[in-house]
């Protein structure tokens, strides 16, 4: 027992170039995931969701417009064929 025993610290060979680069790889790409995930979470800014709101309702009120148009006319259209009926 009087052996003297080995404390040193073991030897850890320096990584090699495409180790590193792997590494530092793996740490951009989680840091990547997770402001993706960061983005999803958390609600967009509100004044770019009232320009949406705007452009979309300004959309379908251009929408209705259109379809209002050719509605009266078939409604007049069937009031006279009615009209020439009786």
Not at 4 to 16: F, R, W, Y
Not at 45 to 66: F, I, L, W
């Amino acid at each position: 027992m009087s052996a003297e025993l080995d404390l040193s610290p073991p030897e850890v060979p320096e990584p090699t170039f495409l180790e590193s680069l792997l590494r530092y790889g793996l740490f951009l790409g989680a840091i990547f995931q997770l402001i993706c995930i960061l983005a999803v979470i958390i609600p967009i800014s509100k004044g770019h969701e009232q320009e949406e709101t705007e452009s979309t309702d300004g959309k379908a009120a251009e929408q209705m417009k259109k379809s209002k148009g050719p509605a009266p006319q078939i409604r007049q259209k069937l009031k006279k064929e009615s009209k020439k009926k009786r």
